[in-house]
Structure formats: C-alpha cells, structure tokens
Nanobody
Framework: QVQLVESGGGLVQPGGSLRLSCAAS????????MSWYRQAPGKERELVAT????????NYVDSVKGRFTISRNNGKNTVDLEMTSLKPEDTAVYYC????????WGQGTQVTVSS
C-alpha cells in the first residue's frame, strides 16, 4: 500500500534551517509529481512546493520563494524540502502528498520556528 513518511521537523530559531524528508513506498515513485503542504494552527492546509516527475520543474508559494527548495531522488524514493531563513510564520505541520483520487498524505512532521 502507498506510504509516505515525513521526517526532519523540529524546533528552530528564526533565521535557522531545517531539511524535511519524505520517504515513499508502495508505488512507482518516479511516475508521480510530488508536493509539500503545510497547515498552521487554525488555518487551512496550503500548498508549499511541487516538483515534477523528473525534478526539473518546481513551483513554490510566494511566501517561501527564495528560502525553500524542493528536490527528489527517484533512486531512493524520497522528496525533500530544504528550508532556510525560517520565520515564525513558517510554523506548521508539514505534509508530503502524492496525487491520486483521493490523494495520499503522510502523517506530517511538526516545524516550530521560535526563539
């Protein structure tokens, strides 16, 4: 069965960095574009970044452009989110998503940006 397992979250000070990773299994990873979403307390889940099947096309929500980088390794079935210059407003649970009907989600990993 499809499984997405996120890791790498934690507590970081403003201006710091974190690297999130999503390990995928149960499907042919190289056939799907992948995405990272996040959900802050009291807010709706929002799309953060997407990456194409080959990794040569990426897109970001405006609020993270220039700070976050999405990447993938089709040999290891992983999709990562490198986050730099973190701000308190980046605090959220971050989720990995695979498209589908319905889409598949991981369990999420908490990122807290606070001094």
């Amino acid at each position: 069965q499809v499984q997405l397992v996120e890791s790498g979250g934690g507590l970081v000070q403003p201006g710091g960095s974190l690297r999130l990773s999503c390990a995928a299994s149960g499907f042919t990873f190289s056939r799907y574009g992948m995405s990272w979403y996040r959900q802050a307390p009291g807010k709706e889940r929002e799309l953060v970044a997407t990456i194409s099947i080959t990794g040569d096309s990426t897109n970001y929500v405006d609020s993270v452009k220039g700070r976050f980088t999405i990447s993938r390794n089709n040999g290891k079935n992983t999709v990562d989110l490198e986050m730099t210059s973190l701000k308190p407003e980046d605090t959220a649970v971050y989720y990995c998503r695979r498209p589908g009907i319905p889409p598949y989600w991981g369990q999420g990993t908490q990122v807290t940006v606070s001094s």
